[in-house]
C-alpha cells in the first residue's frame, strides 16, 4: 500500500510536466500568519508557568495518576501499551526517512530528504527543553514501587531522576511525524485518511500514555503545542522553491 502511495505521487508529479529535480509537497492552508505560532508559544509557556509550582494543574496530573492507577485491569493495560506505540519516534521517523529517500530517488531531487532532515533536527531539539525543564515521571522517584511523586515533587526543575518528563516526546511525535507523512503522501490520500492520520494518533497516544503513568497529561499537552508549532514551522517553509547550494542540485547549472 505504501509502495503504491509513493509511486502514485510520483507519477501524478510527472504527469503534471515537472523535469526532474521538482517536487511539491502536499500543503492546505500554508501559514500566512505568525500569530497562531506566537499563540502556541505562549500557551507552551504558561502551561510551564503553572507546572513550576504545585499549582491545581499539577494537582490534576497527580489526581489521574492516581486514578489510572487504581482502574487498570489487565487487558486495559495490555491495549494502552500497544496503542502507546502509535508515538515511537524511530518507527516513524525510520519510515519518514524511507519514503522521503524513495521520493527523492524516484524524483531525482534532494529535497525531500532536506525537508525530513529539518523537520529530525526541529523533533530531537525538544531533548532541550526536557533538559532544561526537568520534571519527574508520574512514577518516580525510585523504583516501580510506591511511594510515587507527589504534588510537591512533580512539579518542573526538580532535582530528583529520571526528570525527562516534560513535554511529552510520543505525543509530539505523533504530531510532527503523522503530519509529515501527511505532507509527503497527502495528495494521493483521502480527506477522510488525512484526518485520521493528523487526528487519530495524536488522541489515542494522549490517553494511552497518560493511563499507563508514562507521562503526566499536562505532558502531553505541552508536547501538542510543541508539535503543532513545528508543524506549522514545516509547512511555512517553501520546500519546492528554497534556494539549495548547486553540490546539492548540479543540474541547476545547465537551467
Do not use: C
Not at 487498570?72 to 491495549?79: F, H, K, N, S, V
Amino acid at each position: 500500500m505504501l509502495a503504491r502511495l509513493i509511486g502514485v505521487t510520483v507519477a501524478a508529479q510527472r504527469h503534471t510536466g515537472a523535469f526532474p529535480g521538482t517536487w511539491t509537497p502536499f500543503i492546505i492552508g500554508r501559514p500566512r500568519s505568525w500569530g497562531p505560532d506566537i499563540a502556541l508559544a505562549a500557551a507552551f509557556l504558561i502551561l510551564s508557568a503553572f507546572l513550576a509550582w504545585p499549582s491545581a494543574l499539577v494537582e490534576l496530573d497527580v489526581a489521574l495518576r492516581d486514578l489510572s492507577d487504581a482502574n487498570r485491569p489487565g487487558w486495559a493495560e495490555l491495549i494502552a501499551d500497544k496503542t502507546n506505540r502509535l508515538g515511537q519516534g524511530g518507527l516513524l521517523g525510520g519510515v519518514a526517512l524511507g519514503i522521503s529517500t524513495v521520493l527523492s530517488y524516484r524524483l531525482r531531487t534532494v529535497r525531500p530528504m532536506i525537508a525530513f532532515l529539518v523537520v529530525y533536527g526541529m523533533t530531537g531539539s525538544v531533548l532541550v527543553v526536557k533538559y532544561l525543564l526537568t520534571r519527574l515521571y508520574p512514577h518516580g522517584p525510585g523504583d516501580d514501587s510506591p511511594p510515587y511523586a507527589t504534588v510537591e515533587q512533580a512539579t518542573l526543575f526538580t532535582t530528583l531522576e529520571p526528570a525527562a518528563a516534560y513535554p511529552s516526546g510520543h505525543v509530539l511525535n505523533t504530531i510532527v511525524w503523522y503530519g509529515f507523512l501527511v505532507f509527503l503522501l497527502g495528495a494521493r490520500l483521502t480527506v477522510r485518511q488525512r484526518r485520521l492520520l493528523l487526528l487519530a494518533p495524536p488522541l489515542i497516544v494522549t490517553f494511552s500514555t497518560t493511563y499507563l503513568g508514562y507521562h503526566w497529561l499536562s505532558d502531553a499537552l505541552g508536547g501538542i503545542l510543541i508539535g503543532l508549532l513545528i508543524l506549522r514551522i514545516v509547512k511555512r517553509i517553501r520546500w519546492e522553491t528554497v534556494e539549495l547550494p548547486t553540490l546539492l542540485e548540479p543540474e541547476k547549472r545547465y537551467l
